[in-house]
C-alpha cells in the first residue's frame, strides 16, 4: 500500500517556507528542501492531515486554502495544498526538532521565490504553475 502524504504551499512576501535538509550518510552529504507536511493518520482527511502535520512541524497554525494537486510515484501519493499561516512564528518543532544531529539535520526556511530555479526542492512544477 502507497504511503499518503499532505504537504502545505506556504507564500508569505513572494517567499515560500520550506524545510531545508542535510543529510551525511557514509560520508556523503546531501542537501536539499522539502515542501513541509507528512502521513496522513487513520481516520483523518487530507485537510487535517496537513494542518496537523504544519503544526507538529513548524509550530504554526494554517487555514487549507485549497487543493492544488496531487502527484503519485511508486511508493507514494503526495497531496499538495495552498495554506495560508494565521497565527505562530515558524519554528523547528515535533520529530524533526527530537531526531535532528550533525548528521540529520532540519532547518525551517523562506526561501525567495524569484529563484526558485536555483533550489533542489520537490513539486516545483506546482509551485511554478501556482504563480
Do not use: H, W
Not at 536539499?32 to 497554525?61: A, M
Not at 523547528?92 to 533542489?120: A, W
Amino acid at each position: 500500500m502507497k504511503r499518503i502524504s499532505s504537504r502545505a504551499i506556504i507564500i508569505e512576501d513572494n517567499k515560500l517556507l520550506v524545510m531545508f535538509r542535510r543529510k551525511i550518510k557514509n560520508g556523503i552529504k546531501k542537501e536539499y528542501y522539502v515542501i513541509p507536511g507528512g502521513g496522513l493518520e487513520e481516520g483523518e482527511t487530507l485537510e487535517q492531515s496537513v494542518i496537523r502535520e504544519i503544526k507538529e512541524e513548524f509550530n504554526i497554525d494554517i487555514k487549507v486554502i485549497k487543493k492544488l494537486e496531487t502527484l503519485e510515484f511508486d511508493e507514494t501519493i503526495e497531496n499538495y495544498f495552498l495554506c495560508k499561516r494565521i497565527s505562530g512564528t515558524p519554528e523547528l518543532s515535533g520529530e524533526e526538532k527530537e531526531r535532528m544531529s550533525e548528521d540529520n539535520y532540519y532547518e525551517v526556511r523562506y526561501i525567495d521565490l524569484d529563484k526558485l530555479d536555483d533550489y533542489d526542492i520537490n513539486a516545483k512544477d506546482i509551485i511554478k504553475r501556482l504563480l
